[in-house]
Nanobody, 116 residues
Framework: QVQLVESGGGLVQAGGSLSLSCTAS????????IGWYRQAPGKQRELVAR???????DYADAVKGRFTISRDNAKNTMSLQMNSLKPEDTAVYYC??????????WGQGTQVTVSS
């Protein structure tokens, strides 16, 4: 059974930083792609950042230059370093693993709130 558990969310002032972590069990991060998505109230879930198996990274335009995604295969963890946070970054952040057969697995989400 695949489980993804996020941690590290919280409340921070605009301009501050937070680091999110995701730990996997029942699967590894050596899949087709792993990444972070977010969903703000009343909005659709959107991609934040993603790493492909070939180590190619992909970032949403809104977070480029501020967020950095990384992974540690030995520890089966993935992280998202978020700097220069803005109120519009407020959302629930989800960890995602996409397998080579295009199955998607999701964590339960962690709340990030940025106050102005």
């Amino acid at each position: 059974q695949v489980q993804l558990v996020e941690s590290g969310g919280g409340l921070v002032q605009a301009g501050g930083s937070l680091s999110l972590s995701c730990t996997a069990s029942g699967t590894t991060f050596s899949n087709r792609a792993i990444g972070w998505y977010r969903q703000a109230p009343g909005k659709q879930r959107e991609l934040v950042a993603r790493i492909y198996r070939e180590r190619i990274t992909d970032y949403a335009d809104a977070v480029k230059g501020r967020f950095t995604i990384s992974r540690d295969n030995a520890k089966n963890t993935m992280s998202l370093q978020m700097n220069s946070l803005k109120p519009e970054d407020t959302a629930v952040y989800y960890c995602n693993v996409q397998t080579w057969t295009f199955e998607n697995y999701w964590g339960q989400g962690t709340q990030v709130t940025v106050s102005s």
